[in-house]
């Protein structure tokens, strides 16, 4: 069974669409900036990947809201749906939700009500949404709301569902980030010997997800299956074992084998750690598989856009297979040793024929969720 992805929409630090995204992705040009968001004389990083739309030298609240209504609204206009989702589930994945606004308010006095902390009270005033769901399910919050969406339509619950997620950089998770990561990178650079740490983005993606035939408009692709599980091995450390069957559960659900996959799209969040742990895994998963997929990691120029993370990566596979395009990992030059034999794009954007796509987000405390999509032919 597959289900069809009609509308899509994204805004991240590189640009407000995902086309936008896309190409800038495939120009691998440098995109972290100096931290503007907090003070950067109480931080050991001095970059992050924000989105630039705050008032010069201060904050707002409810910039998570305001992005994430954006791109539901793209989304549902390119799925042919309007603004009126009264009969339409969103399901919202985040890691942080308007964690930002309240620090605002505690800190500044910002205006900032408790229903104002829901995403669904944005949802229901802007899109008269009645049934809304938010999942904080760290960096794999999406791909989880993805598999739920999913699972809606085979239970004959909805024919369509908005999945979405966004994400503002909070002080606190910043701070704590600061604090935990032994050295602390000036880039993000997945898969590199450099590799340091990671860096937060900001940024929010959607999708439509229909039933099968039942969509108004063109089919930009299909998923194939979602898989997720919590190993709960460790509060921050990856559990190869954990990751391995989400990733062949995935497999299974979708009907495919790993000699089917053209193209990986990396969590690569830059922890050696992490980076280790994926690497390992996927060579053992694509061990005899071929010459093996194409591999890339957009955080590399988005940042770790947290519980929207693996969404993003979703919308740029969808694009890469229309395109026949994978854009490069920013920044890899020299790649760890664990990763030798990956398919891993350096330097410039590598073309091929792409037909079917795994997404992996991978999370605090044992969250993992892969997705395979396939290219709408």
């Not at 990083?45 to 924000?50: G, H, L, N, P, V």
Request: charged share 20%; aromatic share 6%; net charge negative.
């Amino acid at each position: 069974m597959t289900w069809d992805i009609t509308g899509m929409a994204a805004v991240a630090n590189i640009g407000a669409s995902p086309q936008e995204i896309f190409a800038a992705l495939c120009a691998g040009q440098e995109s972290r900036k100096p931290l503007k968001a907090f003070d950067p004389d109480k931080y050991r990083a001095a970059y992050a990947y924000e989105i630039d739309d705050r008032p010069k030298g201060g904050d707002i609240p409810r910039r998570a809201t305001r992005w994430l209504t954006t791109v539901v609204r793209q989304a549902a206009a390119d799925a042919g749906l309007g603004e009126d989702l009264s009969q339409v589930p969103v399901l919202v994945g985040t890691t942080m939700r308007e964690q930002r606004s309240l620090e605002l308010w505690w800190r500044d006095d910002a205006e900032v009500a408790l229903e104002d902390l829901h995403f669904g009270t944005a949802l229901k005033a802007v899109f008269g949404a009645s049934t809304t769901y938010t999942f904080a399910n760290a960096c794999s919050a999406t791909l989880y709301a993805l598999g739920m969406a999913t699972d809606m339509i085979d239970l004959g619950m909805a024919d369509t569902v908005v999945v979405a997620g966004t994400d503002a950089a909070t002080e606190s998770g910043f701070g704590t980030l600061d604090r935990v990561q032994n050295d602390i990178p000036d880039a993000l650079r997945p898969f590199d010997a450099t590799h340091k740490g990671m860096l937060m983005g900001e940024g929010a993606a959607a999708v439509v997800v229909q039933r099968a035939g039942t969509g108004n408009g063109p089919v930009h692709a299909r998923v194939r299956g979602v898989s997720m599980n919590c190993d709960a091995h460790h509060a921050t450390a990856p559990d190869p074992d954990g990751i391995t069957r989400a990733v062949r559960d995935a497999y299974s659900r979708a009907g495919v084998r790993a000699e089917d996959i053209d193209l990986v799209m990396l969590h690569g969040s830059g922890t050696p750690r992490n980076d280790l742990t994926e690497s390992s895994v996927l060579r053992h998963i694509f061990q005899g598989a071929g010459a093996g997929p194409r591999m890339t990691a957009i955080k590399a120029m988005t940042g770790h856009t947290l519980g929207g993370s693996g969404l993003l990566s979703l919308v740029m596979a969808v694009l890469a297979m229309k395109e026949g395009t994978v854009p490069p990992v920013l920044g890899l030059a020299d790649p760890i040793s664990e990763a030798a034999g990956l398919g891993l794009v350096q330097g410039s954007p590598a073309a091929g024929d792409l037909a079917i796509a795994q997404i992996d987000a991978f999370g605090f405390g044992g969250i993992n969720a892969v997705a395979i999509v396939e290219a709408a032919r």
